[in-house]
């Protein structure tokens, strides 16, 4: 119990250390690694029931060759292709916002330097610093959440395009 405490001090002095803009950018990371997972999720379980349904129905087709077939074979496989594709566009717009929030982090902090320096000058150091301290904590987690999140949404969108291929594999292979 006293290492949650602990825990819940060290993130509040972070929170207080970083601005209000901190939480902001807190907030968004959780969302963003929420529907990340979401993604991963639905890859392992819901798209390989979604697959094996189109190819037996593709199987138990009886005309595979004409026109028709191939436009059905083309719906299949969109079908399925949106399943893919689910929420990464607004995972990638999560990414993008991240540092853009940092940047606003950035902004106030600096703002509370000049503010400190119009009050009291250049002379003291130690209320400067925690502006400055204000400006780049911001920075530093929207990086660290768009880095992340970059990562998470490249490889969603690689296993997307392979799933896909598979996709048109299968119901190729299956004439």
Known sequence: MLFVA???NAIQDFIETGG??????????FVMWLMILERIFYYLK???QQMKQAVRDWNSRSDKSSWNAEQIRQAMISRV????????PIIQALV????LLGL????TGMIEVFDVMAVAGTGNARSMAAGVSKATIPTMAGMV???SGVFAATWLQRTARRERRKLKDH???EH
Do not use: D, K, W, Y
């Open 20 to 29: 209000q803009v901190l939480v902001v950018i807190g907030i968004l990371i």
């Open 46 to 48: 819901g798209h390989r």
């Open 171 to 173: 119901l190729l292979l």
């Open 6 to 8: 602990e825990f819940l």
């Open 145 to 147: 959440g768009a880095l």
């Open 104 to 107: 606003m982090g950035t902004v």
């Open 96 to 99: 993008a916002l991240c540092p």
């Open 81 to 88: 292709s949106l399943g893919l594709g689910g929420n990464i």
